[in-house]
């Protein structure tokens, strides 16, 4: 399936055409038309089988890039992960010079993250700690969140980020959409969903990690 079969901006399409995605991957295919009709989606697949694109293609899809407000939260269960996080995104965005997307992960100053906080984002890419500790300190606000992404939730939860993941989500709005990717789909994984999710898209590949 070719990604000239989703909704998108013809801006958004060249993007993708430009990093040399053809075709979209399988879990692309099944996960991305219910991530852009705005549904909550939970989705499993192995690693390097393109989830980034398959949750960043449909938050930059939805962001109103003209509202500076941070729009978009996507937790990963380490600074790496969220730098590669981070990364990609910035290739898929690359259509919109505008959009601006924020790493909040630990052992970074937290100074400097107040510093850029004060400048805005649409995007936030982070850690549960730190991201937890800037809604603490108010020094984020996520009063305008549409999209709220966990990614890799199963190794966040093996790393038991489990609290500080239900203390972010007290911070979010109550209207929004929750996407939830992981390399393994166990009972754990469903606890979460139906804790946080609402009638939510599953879609599974058939090997696990
Ligand atoms: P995962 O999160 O499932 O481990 P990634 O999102 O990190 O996988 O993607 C793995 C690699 O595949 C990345 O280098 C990414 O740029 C590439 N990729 C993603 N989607 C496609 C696609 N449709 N076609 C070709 N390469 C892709
Ligand atoms: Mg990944």
Redo the contacts with the bound molecule.
């Keep these: 399936m070719k990604f000239t079969t989703l909704p998108l901006s013809s801006q958004m399409i060249q993007t993708i055409e430009s990093?040399?995605?053809?075709?979209?991957?399988a879990?692309?295919a099944q996960a991305l038309p219910g991530v852009l009709e705005g549904r909550d989606v939970i989705a499993q697949?192995?690693?390097?089988?393109?989830?980034?694109?398959a949750f960043g293609i449909g938050l930059l899809h939805h962001l109103d890039v003209k509202k500076f407000r941070v729009q978009s939260l996507v937790l990963c269960p380490t600074r790496e992960l969220a730098d590669?996080v981070a990364k990609?995104l910035r290739r898929i965005a690359r259509f919109q010079h505008n959009i601006k997307i924020l790493m909040l992960t630990g052992g970074e100053s937290f100074g400097k993250q107040l510093g850029s906080l004060e400048h805005q984002a649409h995007v936030i890419v982070g850690t549960p700690g730190r991201v937890l500790k800037h809604l603490n300190k108010e020094s984020l606000e996520l009063s305008n969140l549409k999209t709220l992404v966990l990614d890799e939730a199963d190794r966040m939860l093996d790393m038991g980020f489990i609290e500080e993941i239900e203390s972010v989500l007290t911070f979010v709005p109550k209207e929004r959409q929750t996407l939830l990717f992981s390399a393994t789909y166990d009972d754990e994984i469903l606890e979460i969903s139906k804790k946080i999710q609402k009638n939510a898209l599953h879609v599974k590949t058939t090997e696990q990690e």
């Design positions: 990093l040399g995605y053809t075709q979209m991957t879990i692309q697949a192995k690693t390097g089988s393109g989830k980034t694109a590669q990609e």
